[in-house]
């Protein structure tokens, strides 16, 4: 079993920057691949950012490319969402997964990831 943890949401004004930071512990083998998702009130959760397990390579929704960055840490259990120029439509809760990496793609899909954190709130005012 893998513990997700995700930190680092809060209310923020738009145009604002903020990094959420995600830690996976409790798997032998610390080299995962990571995602960033969210859920709006009212909508499906969707896909923000993924990483794959060493870092090399990165995917993004088209909403928010240019704006936000995926990175790991130096823990390879480690990765972090730096978001910049928010906008009043990044509200949600953020939501980091985990899988065991089966290839060296960044994973898109929430199906494929079975660890997730608890969720942390983005609000972000006009």
């Known amino acids: 079993q893998v513990q997700v943890v995700e930190s680092g949401g809060g209310l923020v004004q738009a145009g604002d920057s903020l990094t959420l930071s995600c830690a996976a512990a409790?798997?032998?083998?610390?080299?995962?691949?990571m995602g960033w998702f969210r859920q709006a009130p009212g909508k499906e959760r969707e896909f923000v950012a993924a990483?794959?397990?060493?870092?090399?390579?990165?995917s993004y929704a088209d909403s928010v490319k240019d704006r936000f960055a995926i990175s790991r840490g130096n823990a390879q259990s480690t990765v972090y969402l730096h978001m910049n120029n928010l906008k009043p439509e990044d509200t949600a809760v953020y939501y980091c997964?985990?899988?065991?990496?089966?290839?060296?793609?960044?994973?898109?899909?929430?199906?494929?990831?079975?660890?997730w954190g608890q969720g942390t709130q983005v609000t972000v005012s006009s």
């Open positions: 409790g798997h032998t083998s610390s080299t995962y691949a």
């Open positions: 990483i794959n397990w060493n870092g090399g390579r990165t």
């Open positions: 997964a985990v899988r065991r990496p089966v290839s060296n793609a960044p994973e898109n899909d929430p199906g494929r990831y079975p660890y």
